[in-house]
């Protein structure tokens, strides 16, 4: 009696190592292949100035481990650092001219190609094992013309867009929100008079310097804004439509909301 008992006492050991192990390694694998480079993408996020692009695109770049081209900032980036098309883009802004697309398309080229966090992926818990580049595209193309050069210089590095997401919201709510921008200049840090203010009105929390209001977030300068934006912005939207990869996000939600519809496009294009 005492030895059947034992025996089963051992199966049931048995039993319980081997669910041990499997969970184990489903674990692991769910972990490691959490943020792997195949699971990436390439994508565009569009939205006119206060839609909340600065906000989500950080959080795209680290849930998908993507490399995050703002290309405002990569042209600044380019001008400091005197490359090539640095001093060219210069020598343009300086005569008061527009960068043209060529080179603005170039300095995205560069960077999928020398940035590390575009060329090979973002290393986030798993191994890099391509060479594909994977980002989100923040803030070009505007037209579409360069969509088009866009598509082009991808479509020879044998790649392309999985999707292109536009953030949508009323511009009179947009101007609330900009209109009550104040900035810390030094640091950067933002607040709004009425949806996140600071402790003390019109100082900064960490500091206690005074903070600012951008010359350029008043209501006409916006409404203008706005108009040039819409104007530029919209065949580009139609453009993506054809192409199946345009979606549409109400941007007025709250940020984690607007974070959990984005979030659940790009799964679902895996």
């Not at 909340?52 to 993507?66: H, L, N, S, W, Y």
């Not at 867009?161 to 950067?188: C, E, F, K, M, Y």
Request: glycine content about 8%.
């Amino acid at each position: 009696m005492a030895q059947d008992e034992l025996e089963y006492l051992k199966s049931l050991v048995s039993q319980l190592n081997d669910k041990i192990a499997a969970l184990e390694a489903k674990t692991k694998a769910a972990v490691t292949s959490t943020k792997t480079p195949a699971q990436q993408l390439r994508t565009i996020l569009m939205g006119p100035p206060g839609a909340g692009k600065g906000t989500q695109a950080p959080k795209i770049r680290d849930e998908f481990c993507v490399c995050h081209l703002a290309t405002g900032d990569m042209l600044r980036e380019q001008v400091q650092q005197k490359t090539p098309l640095g001093i060219e883009a210069k020598k343009i802004m300086d005569a008061g001219g527009l960068v043209s697309d060529d080179i603005m398309v170039g300095m995205i080229q560069d960077q999928l190609n020398n940035n590390k966090e575009c060329k090979n992926g973002r290393i986030c818990g798993g191994s890099v094992n391509t060479v594909v580049a994977r980002f989100v595209l923040d803030g070009f193309p505007r037209t579409v013309p360069q969509a088009q050069k866009l598509d082009g210089m991808l479509e020879k590095r044998g790649e392309k867009l999985d999707s292109v997401v536009q953030l949508l919201i009323d511009d009179n709510l947009l101007i609330s929100r900009i209109t009550g921008r104040l900035i810390h200049a030094p640091s950067g840090r933002t607040y709004h008079k009425e949806f996140s203010p600071p402790k003390k009105p019109g100082v900064d929390d960490v500091t206690g310097e005074p903070l600012i209001q951008r010359s350029d977030d008043n209501v006409e300068t916006l409404r203008k804004r706005l108009a040039s934006f819409h104007a530029q912005t919209g065949p580009v939207a139609e453009y993506y439509k054809t192409k199946g990869l345009w979606h549409g996000i109400d941007a007025a939600q709250s940020p984690k909301i607007v974070w959990d519809n984005l979030r659940a496009i790009f799964v679902a294009k895996k």
